[in-house]
């Protein structure tokens, strides 16, 4: 199978999670006037583990991309803000009776992040030209929030 890389759009993106990047006007100023505040742009869901901070640090990818793995974590979001200057893939599918559907590749921009919802299959990480880092939000606590899941290979391409 083959799939298109899609622009990402808050609408588009919606099924899956939120689009984390500044709105076009600040929700307030902050700072003495010095600082944009851009607030609550995702939340967390969490259960009832707690909201971790970390850092992951992935190979690239070059187009065209084929994986074979989705997973997804059904207690709690996941959220990918990258540290790097270079645009990512985030690979998601929806499910479709405890199975990935057909997966989507939507082009996230150099700068945007993305916050999965908890139980939303995705890919791994795919930074574009070069290995990247990325700041993650995600859960930890008790009880299973990893399912990974073997497909037939999907081929991205441009």
């Known amino acids: 199978m083959q799939i298109a ?19 076009t006007e600040p929700s ?9 505040r851009h607030h609550a742009l995702a939340t967390v869901e969490r259960g009832e583990g707690e909201a971790i901070l970390s850092i992951f640090r992935s190979q690239g990818v070059d187009l065209p ?3 074979d793995l989705l997973e997804r974590h059904p207690l709690g979001s ?30 996230v921009p150099a700068h945007t992040g993305v916050n999965l919802w908890a139980g ?5 990480l795919t930074p574009l030209g070069g290995a990247a880092e ?8 008790n009880g299973e929030n ?10 991205v391409c441009a």
Do not use: K
Not at 134 to 141: I, K, P, Q, T
């Open 134 to 141: 990325f700041f993650v939000v995600d859960r930890e606590g």
């Open 65 to 67: 991309y084929s994986f």
């Open 146 to 155: 990893l399912e990974e899941i073997s497909i037939p290979p999907v081929t």
């Open 28 to 36: 307030r100023m902050i700072n003495a006037g010095r600082c944009e």
């Open 78 to 107: 996941q959220a990918f803000m990258p540290l790097s200057d270079r645009p990512w893939l985030s690979i998601v599918a929806p499910d479709a009776d405890g199975r990935p559907g057909t997966p989507r590749a939507f082009l």
């Open 120 to 124: 939303t299959w995705h890919g791994v």
């Open 5 to 23: 890389i899609e622009p990402l759009t808050a609408d588009a993106f919606a099924p899956f999670g939120e689009v984390l990047a500044p709105r």
